[in-house]
């Protein structure tokens, strides 16, 4: 079955220990990116990478880093989690669209962040 | 800059209804747009996803339009049923090198038996 898989689920965390949410795909999609979905701000890009070893920021990429060394993964790393990270986190996959193939995206189910 | 707003922000309907919701986006320049489904504090579904150069796509009792030129897609849903009830977003697909979708604030919908 094709899917985005994140973990985990749900974390509680406390200020200032590293935490990392994963995220793999089985698509073999080359577009990967990282939202975080807050109540009254809608979805919003964190990161994103074309390819292996290729990432770059979107709209709110202060407080978090990104990997990309093999295709199917690509974790979110918080190196020192605050408060205002408190959110709702979905990872997304999708071929590129400049390789000419369907570029539906599809999204993780979710990982419910609280910081403390 | 891509803004896309949802219209209405809620929607509370008896079962059975027609119904549209809309989406608009401010700069025409996409590769496609998709419609999702969020049921509360859960993932996004994919429901419908329309190529730039589509005018629509129906699966089942959804059908999605497209009207690039005027920066406006609407999503229909016949036949409601309570089921239906969860928040629709509408994201578009930027032709910036950046790719990345720029989602609308959704639309709650309420479908009552």
């Known amino acids: 079955e094709a899917q985005v898989t994140q973990n985990p689920r749900y974390l509680i965390t406390v200020t200032g220990k590293k935490l990392t949410v994963t995220c793999s795909q089985n698509?073999?999609?080359?577009?990967m990116s990282w939202y975080r979905q807050d109540p009254g701000l809608g979805l919003r890009q964190i990161y994103y990478?074309?390819?292996?070893?290729?990432?770059d920021k979107g709209d709110v990429p202060e407080g978090y880093k990104v990997s990309r060394k093999e295709k199917r993964n690509f974790p979110l790393i918080l190196e020192s989690p605050s408060p205002n990270q408190t959110s709702l986190y979905f990872c997304?996959?999708?071929?590129?669209?400049?390789?000419?193939?369907?570029?539906?995206?599809?999204f993780g189910q979710g990982t419910r962040l609280t910081v403390v | 800059k891509q803004e896309v707003t949802q219209i209405p922000a809620a929607l509370s309907v008896p079962e059975g209804e027609n119904l549209v919701l809309n989406c608009s986006f401010t700069?025409?320049?996409?590769?496609?747009l998709q419609w999702f489904r969020q049921d509360p504090g859960k993932g996004l579904t994919s429901l419908l996803l329309?190529?730039?150069?589509?005018r629509e796509q129906t699966s089942g009792r959804l059908n999605a339009s497209l009207d690039k030129s005027s920066g406006r897609s609407t999503l229909y849903i016949a036949a409601s049923q309570p089921g239906d009830s969860a928040t629709y977003l509408c994201?578009?697909?930027?032709?910036?090198?950046?790719?990345?979708?720029?989602f609308g604030k959704g639309t709650l919908l309420t479908v009552n038996p």
């Open positions: 997304a996959s999708s071929f590129r669209v400049d390789r000419g193939r369907g570029t539906e995206a599809f």
């Open positions: 698509m073999n999609h080359e577009y």
């Open positions: 990478s074309m390819n292996v070893e290729v990432t």
């Open positions: 700069d025409s320049a996409i590769y496609n």
């Open positions: 329309i190529q730039s150069s589509q």
């Open positions: 994201a578009v697909r930027g032709s910036g090198s950046n790719y990345k979708l720029t």
